[in-house]
């Protein structure tokens, strides 16, 4: 019922920011819960951030409190995930996902995912 594509991802230096993109079709995005969660090579996926429908409650992993910002554009049916002050610890493959739940930060409750971007962070 619900395409995702992700964008953004890209090469940066530690202590850079970079902003991933999510664009929902076929169903309109404030329907759905969104989250974001990321994969790094030969380890399994993590939740990284999960935001509500109408953006009124946020969830963060604790690796990223205060660093990343998860928001929401249901009129461009569009996710923003804003990182800044990255890590090399924060390499991974991205992916943007959607709940039929409300909320929810548990990898088994995403209904849709999208494909992934790639975000590296050097030293």
Known sequence: Q???????????QAGGSLRLSCVASGR?????????????????REFVAAISPYGRTTYYADSVKGRF??????????????MNSLKPEDTAVYYCAA???????????????GKGTLVTVSS
């Open 28 to 44: 309109p995005f404030g329907l759905y819960g969104m989250g974001w969660f990321r994969q790094a090579p030969g380890k399994e």
């Open 69 to 82: 910002t998860i928001s929401r554009d249901n009129a461009k049916n569009t996710g923003f995930l804003q």
């Open 99 to 113: 709940t039929n739940r409300v909320v929810s930060t548990n990898l088994g409750d995403m209904d849709y995912w």
């Open 2 to 12: 619900v395409q995702l594509l992700e964008s953004g991802g890209g090469l940066v």
